[in-house]
């Protein structure tokens, strides 16, 4: 009778007890995040194409395309070809769009915020997302026009950085 108490009591408090200790410790996470930062340049050509918004309001959108080089990757990618587009107001200043492409084809979509678009001016990039690896990727990252270069008689534009620095994560 004794044996079959014992069995009866652990048969019914040996599972509730397992199901508490589980219940207990901690959940390990499924994927640990991937958090880094980087560094690198970048060269973008293309055209602006010039608004008659107000006088002595000047005021453009523009297209630029180019080779962004980081020397420390962003997630497992170092190299990528931009494409941006944005709007640029001489008293709002500039806010664009861009797609960075790797050789893979993964994508980091990329939001610019900066004033007037000019050798000197410090520009922010915020990391919103991406695709493949690169998928769900936040970040920022500033950078300063090394170089400038537009043209008024084709509305040719060139811009040029070599200070890019920034951080990610990726959940």
């Not at 499924?30 to 005021?59: H, N």
């Not at 980081?70 to 494409?83: H, I, M």
Request: hydrophobic fraction near 40%.
């Amino acid at each position: 009778m004794q044996r079959s108490k014992l069995l009866n009591w652990f048969g019914y408090r040996l599972p509730v007890a397992a199901l508490t200790l589980l219940l207990l410790l901690p959940v390990p996470p499924v994927g640990a995040a991937e958090e880094g930062t980087f560094t690198g340049t970048w060269i973008a050509s293309g055209q602006r194409y010039a608004l008659d918004f107000m006088p002595e309001r000047e005021v453009f959108t523009f297209r630029l395309q180019g080779h962004v080089n980081l020397k420390n990757n962003l997630g497992k990618v170092a190299d990528f070809w931009s494409e941006c587009t944005g709007l640029w107001d001489v008293e709002t200043g500039s806010e664009g769009r861009c797609v960075w492409r790797s050789k893979k084809g993964e994508k980091a979509f990329i939001v610019l915020r900066g004033r007037a678009m000019e050798e000197g001016i410090q520009v922010t990039a915020e990391v919103i997302g991406g695709t493949g690896s690169l998928r769900d990727v936040e970040g920022i990252a500033t950078f300063t026009w090394t170089s400038v270069f537009r043209d008024p008689d084709s509305g040719s534009l060139t811009a040029h950085t070599e200070n890019i620095e920034g951080s990610y994560r990726i959940p």
